[in-house]
């Protein structure tokens, strides 16, 4: 710190320089000053011609010196004639520190009149100089560029040199410059030294800046400030800038340096503390930690791969201190080795009369798949048993087939009964259950892991469902499997393929275990709405077992037996004597839902209990049966109505088709309209690529057709056509509506209706072929939900009507075809077929009575 004079006009006592040293210098350049001064007078007033010599990302301040390198031929043609004359130059920073070869209009406009004190040259071709600043200039005009810059320049003078502000702001600089050099080591005390003796502050004021760690810009702003008022006010406020960061981190280091005592103090005493406790006999809580684990680690029945991994970690863990970070990392991984169920099994003996009747309590129908259930119990029973009759040191690789479970897949629409039928083969077994929901998945990681490197890593889902079911042989559900995505992540699919792969899923490999886990005792049983979304290799690894929707009578049973309990149990209503009838749960049925399974039926059911309930605890008198009229007033007026097909068809160009979703089959009425125009069709109602063409091969067979069936062949050359399957904003696609749109174009065409009661299903070709199509048993049970009597289907889906219930096949009259001629014979009424006879018989031949397969037939 400069110590405050008492006298003022006392002059300032002056350090003593040592010759040779850095102080020294600046004393020295001080002592130019005056002479330095004398020449600016003079010079001030007139223009200088001079050379100028770009410098790249360099600022050199009056009454300074600073070594520069030059290596560009211009530069080296301007030193070398600078040398043989007065070894005067102008140097002025370019803007563009990268540019090579800079003109007048890149170079700043405000630079400094030195003189070369010393050249050197180089091996390399480049010259080392040492310049000295003695004013500053301003460039007013460029006089050549060839063979190196000229330039008339002014000399610019700084201004208020002696005024009391300057020399306060000169203190303060002198007294920020001197905090500063005590804070970094790479400036010398000497500086501080020749700072206290140089009294003139426009040379204190460069010789400090020339000192700083400043950037080229900083130094050209301060440079180009014209006040040397605003100059030193500028340098304040960048030292004290460059003193706060110091500061800060020195406090910085210093706690850390503090930190590092406590932690290396904290170490010390544990140590004592240790050897204490070992003195006494006792043992230490991070010993007891690590004694507790090697327990554990014994007692899991691992197999060796994972002790041998266990121990390892343990070794490791057991020479870390508590505070080490990787500590944690390690225990946790330990505690999931330990607690994942290596060798224990839940399954006990296996009763098959006891599963049937577990599944005939939990599910009506459902006869395939529960006779498939039970043909899997009974073969794990015979494998067991002969297992059990292979001595245990007999055993070798061949008998672990004995071990692995099928992989079952249950596709149907929601609410038919899937996930259920998982919990029912997992009581039946006496296994734990399971469940990890795949919609959605995107990361394959969700099925893998994390490996251990990352921060919060953890095993896959799958292994953390396997902990919780605490057995190595859960039944283990993977719901809504068809739902699984993929993105720059991964394909969680694809990590699937081992965990479903019977011959492979034994030597499960998680990434954070990085052990064998073996699965093959797991039972795993996928649910999905649909199988067109699952990859094909994870398809053809499970068995697909189908289940379709329910026919009326089939929900009216599962409400009267599993519904309605529910409900009533669910709602307070057990203990009321409260009967439903059977045409109130057709009511319900019929017209307040419309789906393949009794999810929204139970919905239902569950509102008209809480009504009822609500008027019991209002002290209203509750009903003791539930009726048509009651289920009218609990639950307003009906959603669905069959009156709709017969207002939907009673006009020509409409007939209903049928389709499958992943909610199960539905109808969907497809409308043609004809209007003037000029022979072209639009299809519209978001259909897809497949049944956009199915709608061209329609009406190609139209046209071909035209004469046969009384329609007139120029029809298309004078009209547009257009295609509409209502339901726009649904996605539709597939070949099975050719049968459909043909239809409506040929009753559009003809003017004829079709019959209202029937539907049709099929693909066809161009020369009439109706093609067998999929879904037949969903699209059976849609149009029965839908109140359609006859059921039009290719004849080669004929064996598919073995699937459907019986009660369905009773109520309903399935036609089978081969042609479109057979077809609209089926689907369209009398009067069409009049209208449209010819000399030697129908052009549209009536289907034979032998393929109509009607009510009570012997199939």
Known sequence: MVKKKKDQDAPKPKKQVEPGSVAAGAAESGNSKRSSRKRTEKQMEQTITLPILPLRGTVVFPQTVVPLAAAQPRSLRLIDEVMSTNRTVGVVMQHDADQEGAGPGEIHEIGTLSTILQMMRVPDGSVRLAVQGSDRIRIVEWVSEEPYLMAKVVVVPDGDSGSVEVEALSRNTLELFQRLVELVPHLPEELVTAALNIDDPQHLLYMVASNLRMEPKDRQELLETASLKEKLAFLNAFISKELDVLELGKRIQSEVQEELSKSQRDYYLREQLKAIRRELGEESEAEAEISELREKVESSAMPEEALREANRELDRLSKLPPAAAEYGVIKTYLDWLTSLPWNVSTEGEIDINRAREILNEDHYDLEKVKARILEYLAVRKLKLDQLAAIPEEERDESHKILHREPILCFVGPPGVGKTSLAQSIARALGRELTRMSLGGVRDEAEIRGHRRTYVGAMPGRIIQAIRRA???????????????????????????????????????RDHYLDVSFDLSKVMFI??????????APLRDRMEIIDLAGYTDDDKLNIARRFLIPKQMRANGLKDQKLTWKDDAVLQIIQHYTREAGVRNLEREIGTVCRKIATKIASGEKAPKQVTVAGVREYLGRPRFFYEELAARTSQPGVAIGVGVTGVGGDIMFIEATRMTGKGSMQVTGQLGDVMKESAHAAMSYVRSRAGDLAIDPEFFQASDIHIHVP????????????????TSLISLLSKVPVRDDVAMTGEITLRGQVLPVGGIKEKALAAQRAGISRFVLPLRNEVDLDDLPKELKDHMTFIPVRTMDEALAAVMPEEFQQRHRREDGLVVASAPQSQEIAAGAAR
């Open 470 to 508: 605490g057995s190595n042989d859960p039944v283990f559900v993977l719901d809504e499997v068809d739902k699984l995505g993929s993105d720059w992540r991964g394909d969680p699919s694809s990590a699937l393929l081992e965990v479903l792969d019977p011959e492979q899923n034994d030597t499960f």
């Open 727 to 742: 339901a726009g904003a649904i996605p539709k696609d597939g070949p099975s509506a050719g049968v459909a749109m043909t």
């Open 526 to 535: 996928a649910t999905a709405n649909m199988l067109d979304t699952i990859p």
